[in-house]
């Protein structure tokens, strides 16, 4: 089957699925904010993971699609559930940049925060460098209208690529993530436990809120602790689960 087909169907079929990780806060003084990660359900029931299915979106056009998928879905998730929504700061969607270049993709995020009654502040964009490098006006656009209402910002994948720190400059962004590439291994790898210092102090000075992902073992988290960055996200903490477990468990147990 074709990708844009596959895609379609899996829209319509109510074949995209909700996952979420938790930014697990290291001071009292932050909450706890969760990313949504989609995933598509094949016939046979497995799950494929976005990477899998996404820059073929994007090469075919249908991305904002799943984007706008994902926004609804939050929406509606968090209308039905105000008490977990109150219990968060904030939920992370990430947005393909070639979402940005659709029409109607601002009103559309607009229309559908009002229309379930969810606070912009609720909601959180996730963008990569490549998302911006091709639309850095609609990118902006975007932003200024969301920021407008209450959203904040975060630039994913910061260090991976080649422009990372231009448009850091650039983007007026809350959140700076470090590219868990260097997150992985930090803890037995000492030039990338130095890059991820070098990143949160940058962080720091512009006044970014840093989250750190793919902590994946104490001793990575206790360094980034003691680097001073604010959240963390990875397998150590939290794997990714379905949203409406992650939506199910109790603020205590969290
Ligand atoms: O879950 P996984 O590690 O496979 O995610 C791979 C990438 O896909 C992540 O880096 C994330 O930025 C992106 N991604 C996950 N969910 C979404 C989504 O709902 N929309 C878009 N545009 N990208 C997503
Ligand atoms: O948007 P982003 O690229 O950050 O998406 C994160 C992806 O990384 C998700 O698909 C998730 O399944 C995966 N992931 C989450 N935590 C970890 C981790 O600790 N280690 C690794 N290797 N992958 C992770
Ligand atoms: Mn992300
Ligand atoms: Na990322």
Not at 33 to 50: A, C, K, S, W, Y
Not at 167 to 183: A, H, M, N, R, T
Request: with cysteine; hydrophobic share 40%; glycine share 8%.
């Amino acid at each position: 089957m074709e990708w844009l087909e596959r895609i379609n169907l899996a829209i319509k079929g109510d074949q995209l699925v909700l996952y979420a990780q938790q930014l697990v806060p290291q001071t009292d003084a932050l909450g706890m904010r969760i990313e949504v990660l989609v995933r598509m359900r094949t016939e046979g029931g497995d799950l494929i993971p976005p990477g899998a299915f996404l820059p073929a979106a994007e090469r075919f056009g249908v991305a904002h699609f799943i984007d706008r998928w994902v926004i609804e879905e939050v929406c509606r998730k968090f209308s039905e559930s105000p008490a977990f929504m109150g219990s968060i700061d904030a939920c992370h969607i990430n947005i393909s940049g070639t979402s940005f270049g659709e029409k109607d993709f601002t009103k559309f995020t607009l229309k559908t925060l009002n229309q379930y009654a969810i606070p912009a502040k609720k909601i959180c964009f996730e963008i990569t460098e490549t998302a911006a490098i091709s639309n850095l006006k609609l990118v902006h656009d975007y932003m200024g209208c969301l920021r407008e209402q209450g959203s904040s910002f975060a630039l994913d994948d910061f260090g991976a690529g080649l422009s990372s720190f231009a448009y850091l400059k650039q983007l007026p962004v809350e959140y700076l993530k470090i590219d868990g590439s260097f997150v992985k291994n930090m803890a037995t790898d000492d030039a990338d436990c130095a890059m991820v210092r070098a990143i949160s102090d940058i962080g720091r000075a512009l006044g970014k809120i840093m989250v750190a992902e793919f902590v994946e073992d104490q001793k990575s988290l206790d360094l980034l602790s003691e680097m001073g960055v604010e959240y963390a996200q990875g397998y150590h903490t939290h794997r990714p689960e379905p949203l409406v477990d992650v939506m199910s468990i109790s603020n205590n147990e969290r």
